[in-house]
């Protein structure tokens, strides 16, 4: 699994290079193996094993270089598709946190799971991508809860979809992919 996940994520970086530099400048350098243990620390859970091996190669985007937009990817990390990005450790930790159902709210109420580990959101949190901690499949949430579960059986074949994406269906202007 581990060589699977490093094979996709390769392609999409190949790609951003040769087409889209502009964005592939933008990827974070991997995380430390300290930096993955926090957020597993923080948000309760273990990550699947493709997770940590894709944040030991990336850790997601940069952030923004404004200190008061930090907690935002830098503008030419928004390369998913309607300009999603992906999340460093300390991203998913915040993202995962504001999931979470309020101590007032029963956990019944909430769509959100803890095992579910964030990695990929629009602007404001309100949509994204995580991975299910039992079963590595990556599914999606959305504003007024909706859930969908197992959209990609794993992290590699989520990756095999963006290039494929990024090949076929996204226009790159000036060395950045467009966003939609």
Known sequence: MAEETRRAWGRVVQWLEENAPGNAAALAAPASVGEIAAAQSAIGVTFPQELRTWLLVNNGVRAAESELDR???????????????????DLMVKVHERQMPSPNESADDSPWRRSWIPFAVEADWMYGYFVDEASGAVGSWGDYGEVKLAEFPSLSTFFDHLVEEMQTVRTVTDGRLDCD
């Not at 907690?71 to 450790?89: N, V, Y």
């Open 71 to 89: 907690a935002h990817a830098h503008d030419d990390g928004c390369f998913l598709s309607s300009g999603w990005h992906l999340l460093s450790t």
